[in-house]
Structures are given as structure tokens and as C-alpha cells.
């Protein structure tokens, strides 16, 4: 069973960038569509971007696009979510989960548990 370890979160200021990194210790994520999402205090969980097993294509939500980049490390088991030009209100626990499918919405139906998350602040 797939269970994923979020990392790369931190505190940093508006305008700022961070990249995180989602693994799964003894599976290629190469094989599965992969999503990343947050939850903001008081908010419900949203997708925010993903990335298919096939043809790497990639979707993310629209209040990220231009600014988050998600990509697949050359080792074929890491999922990262580049995120630039950050705002206070991309403040949230941020998580990976694998996917049935990438939507263009830059979500899916998620189909494994959920892992603890990496918390990001962006703050001044």
C-alpha cells in the first residue's frame, strides 16, 4: 500500500519559493497519477495540481497555474510541486495522494490514504 511522505514545507515570505517533494518509500510513483493538495486552517482540502502516469501531463487548479510547477524526478520516485511567486494564502498543510486521473481541474479521485503533509507559511 502506498503511503506518501511529504517534505520541502518551510516558512518564507511573500513572493518567495519553496519545492516539495512527495515519496513513497519502496514504490516508483512513475507507475501512478500523482496529485498534491491543501488544506488551509479552517478550509476544506483542495486539489491543487497533478501529474498522470501516462505522457506526464500535467493540470493545476486555476489559482496556481502560472505559478506552481509539478514535475517527476529523474529516478522515477519523487513527485515535486515547484511553487514561485507564493502568497499569503497559499498558507496550508500541502499533500500528496495518488489519483485515478489528472483532470484539467488539477485534481482526481483519490485513490490512497492520506500522509502527514507538509505545512507551508508564507508570511512576512
Known amino acids: 500500500q502506498l503511503q506518501f511522505v511529504e517534505s520541502g514545507g518551510g516558512l518564507v515570505q511573500p513572493g518567495g519559493s519553496l519545492r516539495l517533494s512527495c515519496a513513497a518509500s519502496?514504490?516508483?510513483?512513475?507507475?501512478?497519477?500523482i496529485g498534491w493538495f491543501r488544506q488551509a486552517p479552517g478550509k476544506e482540502r483542495e486539489g491543487v495540481s497533478c501529474?498522470?502516469?501516462?505522457?506526464?501531463?500535467?493540470n493545476y487548479a486555476d489559482f496556481v497555474k502560472g505559478r506552481f510547477t509539478i514535475s517527476r524526478g529523474n529516478a522515477g520516485n519523487t513527485v515535486y510541486l515547484q511553487m514561485n511567486s507564493l502568497k499569503p494564502e497559499d498558507t496550508a498543510v500541502y499533500y500528496c495522494a495518488r489519483l485515478l486521473s489528472c483532470h484539467t481541474s488539477g485534481t482526481g479521485i483519490r485513490f490512497s490514504s492520506w500522509g502527514q503533509g507538509t505545512q507551508v507559511t508564507v508570511s512576512s
Open positions: 519502496g514504490f516508483t510513483l512513475n507507475d501512478y497519477t
Open positions: 501529474i498522470s502516469n501516462v505522457g506526464g501531463i500535467s
